[in-house]
């Protein structure tokens, strides 16, 4: 499979070919750096993981867990405002 990533000249937007894909996709990618979730499938980070949650959750507006603001975003339901 061959696969090209084509410069759109936009950080919002990226265009990536795929050798064989026969109709276009469109994707949403969500990443936030602030949301930490590990469990015990890692347990090499697992307690540096559980630190830096509970850390994030400590300064997060309304005292709600990142999880929780990250969920209402996802349903229109109000996260974090700006």
Sequence with gaps: ???EHVDS??????T????GL??????????DRHL????????DVLEAGE???ARRETGSPGGLP???HF????HGRGGCSM
Excluded at 9 to 14: L, R
Excluded at 16 to 19: A, K, N, R, T, Y
Excluded at 71 to 74: D, E, I, N
């Design 1 to 3: 499979m061959r696969i």
């Design 9 to 14: 000249g936009s950080v919002d937007e990226a």
């Design 16 to 19: 990536i070919l795929v050798e």
């Design 22 to 31: 026969r109709q276009d996709v469109t994707l949403l990618q969500v990443t």
């Design 36 to 43: 930490t979730e590990v469990d015990a499938r890692d347990p």
């Design 51 to 53: 630190e830096r949650r």
């Design 66 to 68: 990142t999880r929780e």
């Design 71 to 74: 969920r209402r975003a996802l």
